[in-house]
């Protein structure tokens, strides 16, 4: 299984996004966004026009997790801004499969979040609508936050679920991230990473990418032996 590492803009220097993006564009696999509405979340991000500046200068492709309260309305929207993934999430979508549809059809992946206290199995059946699962491994909102390892388990159930679905989906983590809980994750089964702090808050974020591939790798590999 490849290991994916998506760093997080929200704990970049939001005044120099395109720097920021450049110092991870040759060892990261996306550039994560977080949008944040202050209605779905108590925080407020970044829109449409800022995925559309740093669809410009970003190398990478743009991976839009969108926390808002109206995905579908806008979804669509941030694939004709550049999104290469839009993620929206469970718990705010009113027709998630009309609007992962949407997604797909105007060209990008779809991905379906879930928060800590969200079930996976009620979507097994909308696997075949994504190309992704997040589960949040914090409550969405902030970063910096501290990893949930309550969520573990299910990561796991995801995992086993996409198995026996048996298409090519991937199984993101999101929220406290780190050297010291990306093994956990990798071993519940997740493949795709999102990590803020533990990237842009280090001194070397393109070191700290590759140290924290290494360490899913690792993991990955300990539990198929
Ligand atoms: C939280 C966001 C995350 C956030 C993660 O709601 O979805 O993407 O940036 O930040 P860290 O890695 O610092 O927990
Ligand atoms: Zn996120």
């Known amino acids: 299984m490849d290991m994916q590492i998506s760093p997080s803009l929200l704990a970049a220097d939001f005044a120099r996004l395109a720097d920021e993006a450049a110092s991870v564009a040759d060892v990261a696999d996306w550039l994560h966004i977080d949008v944040m509405d202050a209605h779905f979340v108590p ?28 995905p579908d309305r806008w979804a669509p929207e941030y694939v004709q801004a550049g999104a290469a993934n839009v993620t929206i999430h469970a718990e705010a979508a009113s027709a998630p499969v009309r609007t992962l549809r949407m997604i797909r059809a105007a060209g990008a992946r779809a991905g379906l979040a879930l928060n800590p206290g969200t079930a996976v199995e009620p979507y097994a059946d909308l696997l075949p609508e994504i190309d992704m699962l997040l589960v949040m491994t914090v409550e969405p909102g902030f970063g910096g936050q501290p990893f949930l390892d309550l969520v573990l388990p299910k990561v796991a159930r995801a995992r086993d679920l996409i198995t026996r679905y048996g298409g090519e989906v991937w199984l993101q983590v999101d929220g406290g991230v780190s050297e010291e809980t990306i093994g956990r994750c990798a071993e519940a089964g997740a493949d795709v990473f999102v990590a803020g702090t533990a990237v842009f808050g280090a001194q070397d974020p393109a070191g700290a990418v590759e140290h924290l591939r290494r360490s899913a790798q690792d993991a990955a590999a300990r539990k198929a032996r």
């Open 43 to 70: 925080n407020l991000t970044v829109g449409l026009p800022v995925v559309a500046a740093v669809r410009k200068h970003a190398k990478l492709p743009l991976d839009c997790h969108l926390m808002i309260a109206d």
